[in-house]
């Protein structure tokens, strides 16, 4: 999950972003405020997060709050002003959005916080067992743990790998294609849209599945109860009276 505040002025504009937040899974709307002090003060919490950032405000203006913000805290800032877009990338911002911001351009921007990833190539050494995906940059490889992968989730024509103590990565992969190479390696697919690491699994709750580390509650779909269950209670322990 990756935390964020918004930071805007109009209540407006506030509603707009919050609405959009609550659409994307991995994001995760920790405060939003129309006072840019106020702002200024809940970034001391967040931690390698995004702030929604407007330009225009009283009394602090985003361009002036962006220079007092933490280097691991991203931004994406939004204006309803165009020529502000090259402050922003001054100060090497995530993307900038041109209000009235419509839910397309707000996802665009909110995937340049995820790795977008093109290939997946996996390799063991030893007890060390890792993925390689390609990033966007020409010629970038980017090793991903599968150590601390949590749990792996399908949407639409991509997936998201969650780990543990790191940012989402979004690929443009099939979840199935991904299975396969996991399938060995400690991982169990409980829906059609997920796939889960047995190490990070901590509780089976009626039809979901609890990971470490995160709070959601993961469904087993109907197509993989059997196998599931299968190997659920091949490590069930239950006490027999003699």
Known sequence: MIDCIIIDDEQ?????LEHYVEQVPYLNLIAATTDPVTGLALLDDLMHGVVFLDVQMPN???VELLKLIKRDTRVIMTTAYKEYALD???HAVVDYLLKPIAFPRFLKAVSRLTTTVGTLQTATNGNDAFLFVKSEQKGKLLKVDIQRITFIE???NYVII???GQPPITTFLTLKYVYEHLADKGFIRVHKSFIVSLTYLTAVEGNV???RNDDRSIPIGNAYKQ???KLVNSKLLSFQAK
């Open 60 to 62: 602090l203006t985003g």
């Open 12 to 16: 407006h504009a506030v509603d707009v």
């Open 88 to 90: 922003g990338f001054e």
């Open 154 to 156: 399908g949407l639409g």
């Open 162 to 164: 969650h780990s543990d």
């Open 227 to 229: 196998e599931f269950f």
């Open 209 to 211: 599945v609890r990971v």
